[in-house]
């Protein structure tokens, strides 16, 4: 004897939860993917600056309105960065974007560094915005490279 499946009471409400539960968690997935592409993105940004690849670490800057300071790539070279550490990050989310994770991420950062004709170490808080992009599903920098030039640092 053949049992036939019918969608009806029981198995309706069944499979709509199924639906729920995993459009549900794809939304949650896909906001995991997000922060963790951007704290990715913030740990190779942060090692170029440690790294002294200033240039390299331009290629993360894209802002969104106006046009960033061109950096000194003959003054940075002489810029040693000792310590980059993250004091703070607040992440806001557009109401379009709910569930997908956060659309832009202000970062507060204390880095350490040195010049090569000055050897006493210096201390500057940079402050960042950084927002995605849906249609490249990347992170940008919507500022410049630190300014090391400051006088005196902390």
Not at 100 to 113: C, L, Q, R, S
Request: aromatic content about 12%.
């Amino acid at each position: 004897m053949k049992k036939s499946f019918q969608l009806c009471g029981r198995n309706m409400g069944l499979l709509l939860l199924f639906f729920i539960l995993a459009a549900s968690g794809c939304v949650k997935i896909q906001a995991t993917r997000r922060a963790d592409q951007f704290k990715s993105t913030l740990d190779s940004y942060s090692a170029l600056l440690r790294w002294g690849k200033y240039k390299q670490a331009g290629n993360y800057i894209n802002m969104r309105e106006g046009v960033p300071r061109q950096p000194d790539l003959q003054y940075l070279k002489h810029i040693h960065v000792t310590r980059y550490d993250v004091v703070q990050q607040i992440a806001t989310v557009d109401n379009e974007e709910e569930g997908k994770g956060p659309t832009e991420i202000a970062v507060a950062a204390e880095i350490d560094f040195y010049h090569d004709n000055d050897l006493r170490v210096k201390n500057i808080d940079y402050q960042q915005l950084w927002w995605y992009d849906d249609k490249l599903e990347k992170w940008y920098l919507d500022g410049d490279l630190p300014d090391f030039r400051l006088d005196g640092g902390k």
